[in-house]
């Protein structure tokens, strides 16, 4: 079992920036691929960013390439997500997701909600103009 809890939300002029941060309890947690999801309000939960177990790869939704980073750090059960340059599109509840590589049928990093095992409750960004 893991446990998430994001934070970092809140409210930021467009162009600025904010670091979430999803803090995990468990003992399999460094056994996990992580991703980032968000949703927007009226719309279906999307990919965001997602990181390999080792932080090995990485991988991220076109809208957030070259504005979004995720980075994890094993010792400190954490994964972050450094929004940098953002925009009034970026506001939504976003969610930290953990997929378990551990099974027989993993095949590697997905982008695909329906393959992460844990989430959080997730946390607001809302980016004012």
């Known amino acids: 079992q893991v446990q998430l809890v994001e934070s970092g939300g809140g409210l930021v002029q467009a162009g600025g920036s904010l670091r979430l941060s999803c803090a995990a309890s468990?003992?399999?947690?460094?056994?996990?691929?992580m991703g980032w999801f968000r949703r927007a309000a009226g719309k279906e939960r999307e990919f965001v960013e997602a990181?390999?177990?080792?932080?090995?790869?990485?991988d991220y939704a076109n809208s957030v390439k070259g504005r979004f980073t995720i980075s994890r750090d094993n010792a400190e059960n954490t994964v972050y997500l450094q929004m940098n340059s953002l925009k009034n599109e970026d506001t939504a509840v976003y969610y930290c997701?953990?997929?378990?590589?551990?099974?027989?049928?993993?095949?590697?990093?997905?982008?695909?909600?329906?393959?992460?095992?844990?989430w959080g409750q997730g946390t607001q960004v809302a980016v004012s103009s």
């Open positions: 997701a953990a997929r378990y590589t551990g099974t027989y049928y993993y095949t590697g990093p997905s982008t695909d909600e329906y393959e992460y095992d844990y």
């Open positions: 468990g003992r399999t947690f460094s056994r996990c691929d």
């Open positions: 990181i390999t177990w080792n932080g090995g790869t990485t």
